[in-house]
C-alpha cells in the first residue's frame, strides 16, 4: 500500500504542475513521497524541488534512511530492475 510500482516516465519540460498531476493521480498529493528511479532525469528533478514532502533519488543513490522517512515510495520500472542487479 506504501509502494508503488510505476512505469518509467519523463517530463518534456520541468514543470511542478505536471509533477503535481501525477501525485494526485497517484493519490500522493498529501503525503511524503520519495521516487526512486533508475537513471538521472533532469526535469523531474527540477520538477520537484519546489514540493516539500517530494524527493527524488537515484536507484544507486538510495538510503535506509530516505526510505524510512518517506510515507509512500513510488519505483521506476527501471529502478526496480537496478535495485534487483545491486542487490544481487
Partial sequence: DNLKVVENF???APKTKSLMDV???LGLDKKKSLFIIDDYNKNLYLSSRNLAGVKVVNASELSTYEI???SEVVLSEGAVEKLTAILS
Avoid: I, P
Fill in 68 to 70: 524510512m522517512n518517506a
Fill in 10 to 12: 519523463t517530463f518534456e
Fill in 23 to 25: 501525485l494526485a493521480a
